[in-house]
């Protein structure tokens, strides 16, 4: 149990165009999800979290225009690069929150297996 | 601010040999911590949580503790293979709050 599943896995694609990335949970509910980037060699940094039927909540320095974040359903968190540039490439990390699992308050995050953007 | 710390950088070590990865928190008021393996290019996957009310927790041939009046988690590997090279990270919840804080990893290296 407590899949998470991210979609594409790697993608490419030309400096000024828009990239969208899923993330599911597959085989539970998630009110919160967490959009990280990682560059090489290094640790993974939040970007934004996001809670079902409600705007994400950025980190300082992200640009919430830049990375636009839509957590539609309970099993569903979209972050779309747009207008994507050579130094928004990078590995996009998803992580949600157990819903059922709140209640008993471990609070574990699940990851997914990243996607890797690559912009030309 | 919570800082995570983990030393070594990186690790290289003779397959079988018994080897303890450190992290170290700024801030003792934690909800838990947890240690994730990320294999080159993969996600994270979830190796072992401690709640903050607990000294250790322990999978097979992991084990790890936490002493939070210090700051302070050890991750020990048994009996090292190959199969456990990969970056190992370090993460605390504060006890406020969903973010997770990752330290910079370890990277381990087991040669056969």
């Known amino acids: 149990g407590a899949v998470v599943s991210q979609h594409p896995s790697w993608v490419i694609c030309k400096s000024g165009t828009s990239v969208k990335i899923e993330c599911r949970s597959l085989d539970f509910q998630a009110t919160t999800m967490f959009w990280y980037r990682q560059f090489p060699k290094q640790s993974l940094m939040l970007m934004a979290t996001?809670?079902?039927?409600?705007?994400?909540?950025?980190e300082q320095g992200v640009e919430k225009d830049k990375f636009l974040i839509n957590h539609a359903s309970l099993t569903l968190s979209t972050l779309t690069v747009t207008s994507a540039h050579p130094e928004d490439s990078s590995f996009y990390i998803c992580?949600?929150?157990?819903?059922?699992?709140?209640?008993?308050?471990?609070?574990?995050?699940?990851f997914g297996p990243g996607t890797r953007l690559t912009v030309l | 601010k919570q800082e995570v710390t983990q030393i070594p950088a990186a690790l290289s070590v003779p397959e079988g040999e018994n080897l303890v990865l450190n992290c170290s928190f700024t801030?003792?008021?934690?909800?838990?911590l947890q240690w994730f393996r990320q294999d080159p290019g993969k996600g994270l996957t979830s190796l072992l949580l401690i709640q903050s009310s607990q000294r250790e927790q322990t999978s097979g041939r992991l084990n790890a503790s936490l002493d939070k009046s210090s700051g302070r988690s050890t991750l020990y590997i048994a009996a090292s293979q190959p199969g456990d090279s990969a970056t190992y990270l370090c993460a605390v919840r504060p006890e406020y709050g969903n973010k997770l804080v990752f330290g910079a990893g370890t990277i381990l290296r087991v040669k056969s």
């Open positions: 801030d003792s008021a934690i909800y838990n």
């Open positions: 996001s809670n079902e039927g409600s705007k994400a909540t950025y």
């Open positions: 992580s949600a929150r157990d819903r059922t699992l709140a209640g008993v308050s471990y609070n574990e995050q699940f």
